[in-house]
Structure formats: C-alpha cells, structure tokens
C-alpha cells in the first residue's frame, strides 16, 4: 500500500478515533491532577 491511500485511510478511522483518544486522555490528565492535588 502507497503511503497517500494509507493516510487516507487513517484519516477516515482517525476522525472517529481521536475524538475517543482525546477524550480518554483529558480523563487520565484529570486523574494525575486530582491526585497531585490530594497529595499537596
């Protein structure tokens, strides 16, 4: 496969999947900072 018709691909799954990756990220970024927070 041609690295066009990949990221194409990627593109397509991606924009349902980063939303989700992103969310997911902010939730454990949210985790460490509660955390930090109780720990101070």
Not at 3 to 28: D, P, R, S, W, Y
Request: hydrophobic share 40%; aromatic share 4%.
């Amino acid at each position: 496969m041609n690295k066009t018709k990949l990221a194409k691909i990627m593109k397509a799954k991606g924009k349902k999947n980063v939303f989700a990756k992103l969310l997911a990220i902010q939730k454990k970024f949210k985790k460490t900072l509660d955390k930090n927070k109780k720990t101070d």
